[in-house]
């Protein structure tokens, strides 16, 4: 047999990797190991389990971070549902008079399939993102059956208007206790199932046979490495927003310096290993979700604030770099369609830092556990001028921004829960919904960077989730899900998609494994 470049005859194996002489051991018992402990690795396990699997999950992160960047998540799901009759079978313990007084309207798949549409400006993979759209509900259904718990999300997806809860930007549902409870309810279940998980076990590479397909992991474990086999691996492990090296090279220029929202541990170790073993580059390489995310955050997550460093209040305010200038237009859509691009413009700027500002009519919309939780940077004062001066901004300048700005504020009801064409005229950039007045004291002000949540650019997949090698045909035993899938989204990203991506593509990835390779004994 011919070796590929760079790798090395090991056995009957080839091995991938960055090991290369050290002695091993065989790990011998598993029908499918998934590599990789978010929502979409459990998704994968628990779906293979289902169907009678021996499932071995390994993850690189030791225990205290368990989850990836799912744990950092708030926890929206989205999904086509028929309104609230048809997502009460999935509520844990509803509130019964507050669900009387919702308003949810229906959200079809057609709806989903054109929200992906719009955002990535038709660039995204149809088939993939039509089975996202179509299966959403349905998938939704599947991990309630499982052991994910779910909740309205009245604190982030809804207001109160005359006496009811409205809710907007087709997003409804989560899970209960965010990223947090997800975790630790994929973890119960899948202790209950029998999938066993091993954290502190980086995988560094994967194990060919002779025709290319994957027979196994080597791990970095305690003694050393260690090869496991099995005839089916599931990588989920992420993309390549904690490396900043790959970020420099794929996303551009300064996007070193972005912070990191969720784990330290997505370093695009699976893309690289998949790529390495034959598989098709795919998606959008250079694009990415990242938002406004609070100035002094640290390097990389915070597992106890998690979610709590966004600021997405930005739609009911203003947006302004160091320079005192508006940038972009806060009130171009729903929170849920321009957040996750935003971040990139917000590191465009000088310094790479900007500040949202509101006022006290605003400030009853801002959702108080990120912009009033312990640790939050902000400052106040009852005039602009003062504002500008406890942020060390120049105060011309800031004071003009928003004086032109309060002079371009056309006429019309204000309603947050609707694009309500409140805007404004003669100024650019324009503020197309939700433009008021920035005139009522005190003023509030946040700083805020960029924070990358995960890169778009991975491996390509059929729709059974098997990963695909650039000719298009399987890499056989290789299946993916989750961040390192390619092709799913483009520029931008509608909210709470990516955990249903996951899932939904986590499951058929598990249903396919065993299908297509028998579990042995």
Same mark, same amino acid.
């Not at 299966?135 to 991990?143: K, Q």
């Not at 640790?375 to 009852?382: A, I, K, L, M, N």
């Given at each position: 047999m011919q070796c590929q470049p760079g790798v090395r005859e090991r056995g009957r194996y080839r091995l991938v990797s960055e090991v290369?002489?050290?002695?091993?051991?065989?790990?011998?018992?598993?029908?499918?190991?998934?590599?990789?402990?978010?929502?979409?690795?459990?998704?994968?396990?628990?779906?293979?389990?289902?169907?009678?699997?021996?499932?071995?999950?390994v993850e690189k992160a030791p225990r205290a971070w368990a989850g990836g960047n799912s744990y950092f998540t708030a926890g929206?799901?989205?999904?086509?549902?028929?309104?609230?009759?048809?997502?009460?079978p999935l509520l844990s313990g509803p509130d019964r008079e507050r669900l009387a007084r919702t308003d949810l309207d229906p959200y079809s798949a057609e709806e989903f399939r054109a929200d992906l549409a719009k955002v990535s400006r038709?660039?995204?993979?149809?088939?993939?993102?039509?089975?996202?759209?179509?299966?959403?509900?349905?998938?939704?259904?599947?991990?309630?059956?499982?052991?994910?718990?779910?909740?309205?999300m009245y604190h982030r997806q809804a207001y109160e208007v005359d006496g009811r809860f409205r809710f907007w930007g087709g997003l409804a549902l989560g899970v209960v206790d965010g990223g947090k409870g997800m975790i630790a309810q994929h973890l119960a279940a899948a202790a209950k199932?029998?999938?066993?998980?091993?954290?502190?076990?980086?995988?560094?590479?994967?194990?060919?046979?002779?025709?290319?397909?994957?027979r196994g992991v080597v791990v970095r474990g305690a003694e050393g490495p260690e090869e496991l086999t099995a005839p089916a691996v599931i990588l989920t492990s992420g993309g390549f927003?904690?490396?900043?090296?790959m970020r420099a090279a794929h996303l551009g220029s300064g996007w070193d310096l972005a912070l990191v929202r969720g784990t330290p541990y997505n370093t695009g170790d699976g893309i690289r290993m998949a790529i390495e073993a034959g598989a098709q580059p795919y998606g959008n390489w250079s694009g990415c979700h990242s938002v406004a995310w609070d100035a002094e955050a640290p390097a990389t997550g915070d597992l106890e604030r998690t979610n709590q460093l966004t600021r997405g209040g930005y739609p009911f305010g203003l947006v302004v770099n160091a320079e005192g200038r508006r940038f972009v237009d806060e009130g171009a859509d729903f929170r849920n369609y321009t957040y996750a691009k935003y971040g990139a413009e917000i590191l465009k700027q000088p310094g790479s830092t900007?500040?949202?500002?509101?006022?006290?009519?605003?400030? $009853?919309? /801002?959702?108080?556990?990120?912009?009033?939780?312990? #640790?939050?940077?902000? @400052?106040?004062?009852?005039?602009?001028? &003062? !504002?500008?001066?406890?942020?060390?901004?120049?105060?011309?300048?800031?004071?003009?921004?928003?004086?032109?700005?309060?002079?371009?504020?056309?006429?019309?009801?204000?309603?947050?829960?609707?694009?309500?064409?409140?805007?404004t005229e003669g100024i650019s950039p324009a503020k197309s919904n939700w433009a008021q007045p920035l005139d009522t004291p005190p003023f509030q002000a946040?700083?805020?960077?960029?924070?990358?949540?995960?890169?778009?650019?991975?491996?390509?997949?059929?729709?059974?989730?098997?990963?695909?090698?650039?000719?298009?045909?399987?890499? $056989?035993? /290789?299946?993916?899900?989750?961040?390192?899938?390619? #092709?799913?989204?483009? @520029?931008?990203?509608?909210?709470?998609? &990516? !955990?249903?991506?996951?899932?939904?593509?986590?499951?058929?990835?598990?249903?396919?494994?065993?299908?297509?390779?028998?579990?042995?004994?």
């Amino acid at each position: 047999m011919q070796c590929q470049p760079g790798v090395r005859e090991r056995g009957r194996y080839r091995l991938v990797s960055e090991v290369r002489d050290s002695a091993v051991s065989d790990g011998g018992a598993w029908d499918v190991i998934v590599v990789g402990g978010g929502n979409a690795g459990f998704s994968a396990a628990h779906a293979a389990r289902e169907r009678g699997a021996r499932v071995l999950l390994v993850e690189k992160a030791p225990r205290a971070w368990a989850g990836g960047n799912s744990y950092f998540t708030a926890g929206a799901v989205r999904t086509a549902h028929g309104g609230v009759a048809d997502l009460e079978p999935l509520l844990s313990g509803p509130d019964r008079e507050r669900l009387a007084r919702t308003d949810l309207d229906p959200y079809s798949a057609e709806e989903f399939r054109a929200d992906l549409a719009k955002v990535s400006r038709g660039r995204a993979d149809t088939e993939l993102t039509g089975l996202l759209a179509e299966e959403s509900r349905e998938v939704i259904g599947w991990l309630h059956r499982t052991g994910l718990r779910f909740e309205l999300m009245y604190h982030r997806q809804a207001y109160e208007v005359d006496g009811r809860f409205r809710f907007w930007g087709g997003l409804a549902l989560g899970v209960v206790d965010g990223g947090k409870g997800m975790i630790a309810q994929h973890l119960a279940a899948a202790a209950k199932s029998g999938v066993e998980v091993r954290f502190d076990t980086p995988v560094t590479g994967l194990l060919t046979g002779a025709a290319g397909e994957v027979r196994g992991v080597v791990v970095r474990g305690a003694e050393g490495p260690e090869e496991l086999t099995a005839p089916a691996v599931i990588l989920t492990s992420g993309g390549f927003e904690a490396n900043p090296q790959m970020r420099a090279a794929h996303l551009g220029s300064g996007w070193d310096l972005a912070l990191v929202r969720g784990t330290p541990y997505n370093t695009g170790d699976g893309i690289r290993m998949a790529i390495e073993a034959g598989a098709q580059p795919y998606g959008n390489w250079s694009g990415c979700h990242s938002v406004a995310w609070d100035a002094e955050a640290p390097a990389t997550g915070d597992l106890e604030r998690t979610n709590q460093l966004t600021r997405g209040g930005y739609p009911f305010g203003l947006v302004v770099n160091a320079e005192g200038r508006r940038f972009v237009d806060e009130g171009a859509d729903f929170r849920n369609y321009t957040y996750a691009k935003y971040g990139a413009e917000i590191l465009k700027q000088p310094g790479s830092t900007a500040v949202q500002l509101f006022d006290a009519k605003a400030a $009853p919309l /801002l959702r108080p556990e990120e912009y009033e939780s312990e #640790g939050v940077t902000r @400052f106040s004062s009852d005039t602009l001028a &003062g !504002l500008a001066k406890e942020l060390g901004m120049e105060t011309t300048e800031l004071v003009a921004t928003v004086e032109e700005f309060n002079a371009s504020v056309t006429g019309g009801r204000f309603d947050p829960t609707v694009k309500d064409g409140k805007r404004t005229e003669g100024i650019s950039p324009a503020k197309s919904n939700w433009a008021q007045p920035l005139d009522t004291p005190p003023f509030q002000a946040y700083p805020v960077t960029c924070g990358i949540t995960f890169t778009f650019g991975g491996v390509r997949i059929d729709p059974e989730a098997r990963v695909l090698d650039t000719t298009g045909r399987q890499v $056989p035993g /290789l299946y993916a899900a989750g961040e390192l899938v390619g #092709g799913l989204f483009y @520029f931008n990203y509608p909210g709470g998609s &990516g !955990l249903t991506a996951g899932s939904l593509f986590g499951r058929r990835a598990g249903y396919a494994a065993v299908a297509d390779r028998a579990p042995r004994g």
